[in-house]
């Protein structure tokens, strides 16, 4: 079965400075990869996924992340972290040729301190 | 509307009532999830309804847990005889369910507290 490893709880990065949240996953098959961020008392957003092609996807608000095959890993990055970045981030995955259940990981905290 | 609609936003509710929380998914959208949000726990698969197939309810924590969707549209999860650890938020997301590369869309969820 699908699933995904967050290993930190909380990032801090002072304002300015690269923001990464890490993600690792495991699947059978081809894995498709997305990330979420959640603020205070709202629902989950998405932000990129990867299916295919590129390594390095971007997405919303400035963010990217790069899939890494051999390290199973799917870190997301901003070069430049703003206070209002400050939110929870999910990292999730479905297999290629498994069910259509996206696996979530437990999430990280980020917290840019102005 | 635009976007995954879930009602009530907040319950509370005595252990041993039954609660139903709803959701109305994007107009469109066949496939339909339900998470449970716990503090520090992330995001729990419950149940999975895609199209007219069986629903994949592998992730229902007890048999007080059960959801159903009426004409591929609303769904609604009943908790019978709620628990104090059946507190939490619940999520509802829906997707154009086409292929797993597609991306879900979450509501805002509904956070249940029982007394």
Same mark, same amino acid.
């Given at each position: 079965?699908?699933?995904?490893?967050?290993?930190?709880?909380?990032?801090?990065?002072?304002?300015?400075?690269?923001?990464?949240?890490?993600?690792?996953?495991?699947?059978?098959?081809?894995?498709?990869?997305?990330?979420?961020?959640?603020?205070?008392?709202?629902?989950?957003?998405?932000?990129?996924?990867?299916?295919?092609?590129?390594?390095?996807?971007?997405?919303?608000?400035?963010?990217?992340?790069?899939?890494?095959?051999?390290?199973?890993?799917?870190?997301?990055?901003?070069?430049?972290?703003?206070?209002?970045?400050?939110?929870?981030?999910?990292?999730?995955?479905?297999?290629?040729?498994?069910?259509?259940?996206?696996?979530?990981?437990?999430?990280?905290?980020?917290?840019?301190?102005? | 509307?635009?976007?995954?609609?879930?009602?009530?936003?907040?319950?509370?509710?005595?252990?041993?009532?039954?609660?139903?929380?709803?959701?109305?998914?994007?107009?469109?959208?066949?496939?339909?999830?339900?998470?449970?949000?716990?503090?520090?726990?992330?995001?729990?698969?419950?149940?999975?309804?895609?199209?007219?197939?069986?629903?994949?309810?592998?992730?229902?924590?007890?048999?007080?847990? =059960?959801? *159903?969707?009426?004409? @591929?549209?609303?769904?609604? %999860? !009943?908790?019978?005889?709620?628990?104090?650890?059946?507190?939490?938020?619940?999520?509802?997301?829906?997707?154009?369910?086409?292929?797993? =590369?597609? *991306?879900?869309?979450? @509501?805002?969820?509904?956070? %249940? !507290?029982?007394?």
């Amino acid at each position: 079965a699908q699933s995904v490893a967050q290993p930190e709880d909380q990032v801090k990065v002072a304002e300015g400075n690269p923001l990464t949240v890490k993600c690792t996953y495991s699947v059978s098959g081809n894995p498709y990869l997305f990330w979420y961020v959640q603020y205070p008392n709202r629902g989950l957003q998405f932000l990129l996924k990867y299916i295919t092609g590129d390594n390095l996807v971007k997405g919303s608000y400035g963010f990217e992340a790069e899939f890494n095959k051999s390290q199973t890993s799917f870190h997301l990055k901003k070069p430049s972290a703003l206070v209002s970045d400050s939110a929870l981030y999910f990292c999730a995955v479905r297999d290629e040729g498994g069910n259509n259940r996206l696996a979530f990981g437990k999430g990280n905290q980020v917290v840019v301190i102005p | 509307g635009a976007g995954v609609s879930q009602s009530p936003s907040n319950k509370v509710t005595e252990k041993g009532k039954d609660v139903e929380l709803r959701c109305d998914p994007i107009s469109g959208h066949t496939a339909l999830y339900w998470y449970r949000q716990s503090l520090g726990q992330g995001l729990e698969f419950l149940i999975y309804f895609q199209g007219n197939s069986a629903p994949d309810k592998s992730g229902l924590p007890s048999d007080r847990f =059960s959801a *159903e969707r009426t004409g @591929g549209s609303v769904s609604t %999860l !009943t908790i019978q005889r709620t628990q104090q650890e059946d507190s939490a938020v619940y999520l509802c997301a829906s997707s154009l369910a086409l292929t797993a =590369s597609t *991306e879900a869309f979450f @509501g805002q969820g509904t956070r %249940l !507290t029982v007394v």
